[in-house]
């Protein structure tokens, strides 16, 4: 099921790189598709949905002005460089979610991500063969970066301020905000364009936001946050196959040398995380230990 999900959410690269409109009209329209999706889907579970909001309305609105930044950026970044360079850049936000972690929720600080952060470092060095300013592909991977950052920090603060609430509860408060912040760019950047990129646009909103996250979402119920994650790390992979079927994208050899490092790093920190939590839960059953929200 969870590379299902993955597989899913995946198709957001390609489509994101092929859909002929601006990234603030294609997030805007994924935004308006997906909260009918999952507001009805809310409403046929009979999440409470404006208890949360009258409780957590300010953590949901920040946490969707996050999420418009990182969707955004993250589509620019693929207009700019390539799906490779787009999702391996936004696939650095777990190793920086453990360095913002003790920051933002004063939890100690673990050495060993020092050595995680270095390994990233070099990956992102390896994605492009030299960087530039005036280069487009240098300005996608640092929009690729900044998604990374801002999703990092919408992932910490869910998991702080509104981890009471249902995934899917979350998402749709988040596409109403994103919705709502985007609505300018309907008057700036053009429209036109709009009926013939339709189809792509229903399959953004549809399948890959509104059914891939909710699937993510489900398999929590069977697995950790952190292996869920881990096994999540295969999107990027998905991302680029599909990149390479329908766009005929070949990423470079050092690219892929970048992007397998920094996925190895995830895995290894979430392979870490998962044992340590194993080891916590077996040793003192009855304790509860929160887990990160990476995914």
């Known amino acids: 099921m969870i590379t299902t999900a993955s597989l899913l959410i995946a198709t957001a690269g390609p489509l994101g790189r092929y859909i002929d409109l601006s990234p603030q009209i294609i997030i805007w329209c994924r935004a ?19 208890r949360d909001f009258k409780i957590y309305k300010t953590s949901l609105l920040i946490s969707g002005i996050l999420m418009a930044i990182h969707w955004v950026t993250y589509f620019i970044a693929l207009k700019l460089s390539n799906v490779a360079i787009a999702m391996l850049a936004v696939f650095t936000y777990p ?27 070099l990956g992102v060095f390896l994605l492009i063969p030299e960087f530039n300013f005036k ?14 950052l801002t999703y990092a920090i919408r992932n910490i603060m869910v998991k702080s301020k509104i981890s009471d609430i249902q995934g899917s509860s979350v998402m749709f408060f988040q596409m109403v905000v994103v919705s709502l912040v985007l609505i ?5 950047y053009p429209i036109d364009n709009i009926p013939s990129q339709i189809p792509l646009l229903l399959f953004l909103g549809i399948i890959t936001t509104s059914l891939g996250h909710t699937i993510f979402a489900n398999c929590f119920k069977a697995f950790s946050t952190s292996t869920a994650s881990i096994l999540n790390s295969i999107q990027p992979v998905f991302g680029i196959l599909l990149a390479l079927i329908f766009l005929n994208e070949i ?20 392979t870490r995380k998962t044992s340590f939590i194993f080891f916590q839960k077996k040793s003192s059953p009855s304790s509860k230990i929160r887990e990160t929200d990476i995914g």
């Open 251 to 270: 990423p470079q050899f050092r690219s892929i040398i970048g992007g397998s490092l920094i996925l190895l790093t995830v895995v290894l920190e979430g």
């Open 32 to 50: 308006f598709i997906a909260t009918f999706i999952l507001g009805g889907y809310c409403l046929y579970k009979r999440y409470p949905l404006k």
């Open 95 to 121: 190793i920086m979610t453990v360095f913002l972690e003790p920051l933002m929720l004063k939890v100690p600080f673990q050495k060993i991500h020092l050595l995680f952060g270095g390994m990233i470092i």
């Open 135 to 148: 280069d487009q592909i240098s300005i996608g991977l640092l929009m690729g970066l900044l998604s990374a």
């Open 184 to 188: 300018p760019g309907l008057f700036y």
